[in-house]
């Protein structure tokens, strides 16, 4: 990958990203994380109220309550805590098609740099046939410049096996956070395998789907020669194949938004040629930030 060009940006794009927020949908108890955890007397806002157990803090009965039903119950307090962010990006071959992987890149460093000004432990890692490399997830402005290094020199390499790399992310003695997972999805073994891993481990997951426009519409209006990126061969294809593509495309990505529905995994498809901007500022609202 070139240079990023998020070094070449102005103030006014850093500040606009400084208002985003990511968006963590799920609670849970007594988890730290990007949702909101629920403990006795450890917050600001008040949740609920709950009976007292022994070995309950009194200092978070209420008095008032017992009065009225001569029975101890004690105040919830929601928490909010920072959780760490996983950031995976795919760098198989198919990922040299159009500008796919350098988008992916600048999309990873954006999305970083919003975890960490939030506090956030965030952490990078590539992939292609299996889990390649990676920054462990740490926290502070600062870890930003080992990122964004770590980006700049990523290239594409071997074939996909989206379930392979997944599985051994999982495996990972980390803890559990959101995993966004960048990449086009395109892995005729499929997918189901390698989220199901995350799932099991109780991440939550955002998935974005970067294709080219070569992806969306091949430019192909006669016989052509290809090259398959992932080194599968050389194949003829001609107009009646890419309308027929066009179709199989659509079904894939039909189950693809299904799949991720039906398992609670929030997922975006881009294009990208879309700019990074609106991008970020509109087309992942309420996917990846609020």
């Known amino acids: 990958m070139s240079r990023s060009s998020l070094r070449k940006r102005d103030e006014s794009f850093w500040k606009r990203l400084s208002a985003l927020q990511l968006l963590v949908r799920h609670r849970a108890e007594g988890q730290a994380g990007p949702w909101t955890t ?50 995976l990006i795919d760098t198989s071959q198919s990922m040299s098609v159009g ?25 990078v890692f590539a992939f292609a046939r299996a889990l390649v490399q990676g920054v462990p997830a740490r926290s502070g402005l600062s870890h930003l410049q ?39 999805m395109l892995d005729p073994a499929g997918y189901e395998q390698g989220l199901f891993h995350l799932l099991i481990k109780r991440h939550e997951i955002a998935l974005v789907q970067i294709l080219a426009p070569e992806d969306l519409e091949p430019p192909i209006h006669e016989v052509a020669r290809l090259v398959d990126s992932e ?38 498809v881009l294009s990208a040629a879309r700019p990074l901007e609106r991008a970020l500022f509109e087309d992942l609202r309420g996917v990846l930030f609020v």
């Not at 890149?105 to 970083?112: H, N, P, T, V, Y």
């Not at 980006?151 to 995993?179: H, I, M, W």
Request: glycine share 8%; net charge positive; aromatic share 12%.
């Open 99 to 123: 500008e796919k992987l350098s988008y992916a890149g600048e999309l990873a460093g954006a999305l970083s740099y919003i975890g960490l000004k939030d506090m956030n432990r965030v952490g």
């Open 38 to 87: 629920r403990r006795v007397g450890m917050s600001l806002e008040f949740a609920e109220y709950r009976e007292y157990y022994p070995g309950d803090d009194f200092r978070y009965v209420d008095w008032n309550l017992y009065g009225r039903l001569d029975r101890l119950f004690v105040k919830v307090f929601h928490r909010e805590e920072n959780i760490p962010v996983y950031v």
């Open 231 to 268: 080194g599968l061969g050389e194949f003829s294809v001609s107009a009646g194949a890419v309308a027929r593509y066009r179709q199989r495309l659509l079904q894939y990505e039909h189950g693809l938004e299904t799949f991720c529905r039906t398992h609670q995994i929030r997922h975006k």
């Open 146 to 184: 080992k990122i964004l290094s770590f980006l700049e020199g990523l290239q594409p390499n071997d074939r996909t096996s989206l379930s392979t790399a997944l599985e051994e992310f999982s495996k990972l003695p980390v803890r559990r956070g959101l995993v966004v997972v960048l990449s086009d």
